[in-house]
């Protein structure tokens, strides 16, 4: 009988935390402990790091998601673990999960089989308490914004005009749209307002992309909460709002490590969602990483037509980093489906389907390499695959000059890994990296939108409602033109139509002005 995942995470045998720090090098008084088996890293121990060389970065990446399932996470996790097996120095780097998806559909982020990270459960729920942190945060911004119109509105917010919502890290569908100073005058001024989730928070975002305090202020402060009558944007620092708001972030701000099921080290930091927001754990974690081991492994969310693009147009462009390899995962289940194969008929063969189904993974692998990163594919074996199938991608992969690794990390830890380790680490010491951003920062924003659209996408063009150039012409106005995009999509195809399987093309990108308020002034 196959163990559960949480089966096996519980008889896992872990390390104490400070002897997985020791082995990166990390003194016991650079760590700061929650338990036994979590900690977080001391930020003057990171500015102590800046001088170092850097190692290896790679990025796990997938095929645009189904019901199937894929395993980016996984894949991570395994990489990671394998590559410390063959002899390299090797840490991995993810995002912290949600609570919202953990408790609905999607479960939780931790990995699965023998290709976890742990403490899984505490890690799935509280962690170290940086949602929360950053939930807080993000409450007492849009709290200061009704005391401000409260206590004489100096800085003439039109109440009509206030952007800011409220957060919470939890699937509550009640309060995605309210009303909100209800109950009299003592309460405020009545207006219309709303929850995003947490990993939806704007400073959820910017807290991933800060480099250090002061910039983590500096972010926080240039956050637009709303406008006047005239429409003159109106800033959190004009509030006074970022020094309370780093205060609440200044632990959450820390990376945390942890270990996997081998004992290996793992920084899990941030969560951004990546249909919304960039998709990638936080700058100050990879940083850290890359300056403690020669190879550091880190995925990005959804397909890589979102967690890649944002991870190399927005993370490694602001964060100036350089990744040496990609890797696109994928199965032969999740093929099958891009095929057009149901998910109950996924275990009777079909290797026609598997046929229809590459071109989504082909294209995927395509469009990674224009950043000028090497690519390798990653195939994460079920028992329902067959040998007629897994030669199939392979042999459509190859014509691209991509080879396919079959992985079996999930049911055999490392060792179902050990192959893609070894090429990793063969593209990553190849010197072929030469990577590029996807468009140029002087670009205007609807050009690089456009870009990302043909290039990534497939696309003929782009629509844009008149809202939206005048949001861009208001954007540009403000300083913000030369600053990459983030594009908010649905994560199940390559169009913005989710039941548009495979490798669509010849569709028209519409776009509307964006109203899920996932980062507008993150980046600025």
């Known amino acids: 009988m196959v163990k559960s995942d949480i089966e096996i995470a519980r008889e896992a045998r872990m390390k104490p935390i400070m002897e997985i720090g020791a082995g990166l090098g990390i003194a016991a008084e650079h760590l700061s402990p929650y338990g036994h088996t979590k900690a977080k890293l001391d930020l003057g121990y990171i500015d102590s790091l800046a001088d170092r060389p850097d190692g290896k970065l790679i990025l796990v990446t997938g095929i645009n998601p189904t019901a199937a399932g894929e395993g980016k996470t996984t894949t991570t996790v395994g990489l990671g673990d394998a590559l410390n097996r063959i002899g ?12 919202g998806p953990c408790f609905g559909v999607k479960g939780g982020a931790a990995g ?30 849009a709290a200061l914004i009704d005391n401000h ?37 003592a309460n405020g001024f009545p207006r219309e307002d709303g929850f995003d989730i947490v990993v939806a928070s704007e400073v959820m975002a910017i807290l991933c992309l800060s480099t ?42 820390s990376p945390n ?53 944002k991870f190399f147009d927005i993370k490694c462009r602001k964060a100036g980093l350089s990744p040496a390899a990609a890797v696109v995962v994928g199965t032969v289940r999740a093929l099958k489906m891009h095929g057009g194969v149901t998910k109950d008929a996924l275990g009777v063969e079909n290797v026609e389907a598997v046929r229809r189904g590459v071109s989504n993974i082909a294209r995927h ?23 007629a199938e897994i030669e199939a991608v392979r042999a459509e992969l190859a014509t691209l000059g991509v080879d396919a690794i079959e992985c079996t990390h999930w049911s055999d ?37 456009r870009t990302i659209a043909r290039e990534i996408y497939r696309a003929d063009d782009i629509a844009l409602e008149a809202k939206t150039r005048a949001q861009f012409k208001e954007i540009e106005a403000l300083g913000g033109g030369g600053f990459p995009v983030c594009i908010a999509k649905t994560q199940y195809s390559f169009s913005t139509d989710p039941n548009a399987k495979g490798a669509p093309t010849g569709h028209t ?7 899920c308020r996932t980062g507008r002034s993150s980046w600025w």
Not at 163 to 185: C, F, H, K, Q
Not at 289 to 302: N, P, Q, R, S
Not at 509 to 515: D, F
């Open 88 to 99: 390299k120095r090797a840490a991995i780097c993810l995002r912290e999960p949600s609570l």
């Open 112 to 141: 699965g089989g023998y290709a976890q990270v742990v403490p899984m459960e505490d890690i799935n729920l509280h962690f170290t308490g940086d949602f929360h942190a950053i939930a807080a945060a993000n409450n007492l911004l």
């Open 149 to 185: 119109v409260y206590w004489g509105n100096s800085a003439g917010l039109d109440p009509r005009r206030i952007t800011w919502r409220r957060a919470l890290d939890m699937n509550d569908r009640a309060l995605r749209s309210i009303v909100n100073s209800l109950g009299g005058v």
């Open 212 to 253: 250090g305090i002061e910039d983590l202020k500096r972010r926080l402060g240039n956050i637009v909460v709303g406008y006047t009558r005239d429409k003159a944007p109106v800033f959190a620092r004009d509030l006074e709002a970022d020094g309370a708001m780093t205060v609440l972030l200044k632990d959450a701000l």
């Open 257 to 309: 490590l942890v270990q996997t099921l081998e004992n290996n080290p793992a920084f899990i930091h941030g969560g951004p969602f990546a249909n919304i927001a960039h998709g990638c754990n936080s700058v100050m974690a990879t940083r850290t990483a890359l300056k403690l081991a020669d190879y550091v492994v880190t995925e990005a969310g959804f397909g890589a037509d979102l967690g890649a693009e």
């Open 365 to 387: 692998v395509e469009n990674t390499a224009k950043f000028g990163v090497p690519v390798a594919v990653a195939l994460n074996r079920f028992v329902t695959d067959t040998d």
């Open 413 to 449: 830890g490392s060792a179902g890994t050990v192959d893609l380790a070894h090429h990793v680490v063969e593209l990553a010491e190849s010197g072929r990296a030469a990577f590029k951003p996807l468009y140029p920062d002087a670009a205007s924003l609807e050009d690089k939108v």
């Open 509 to 515: 990108c519409r776009c509307a002005r964006c109203g």
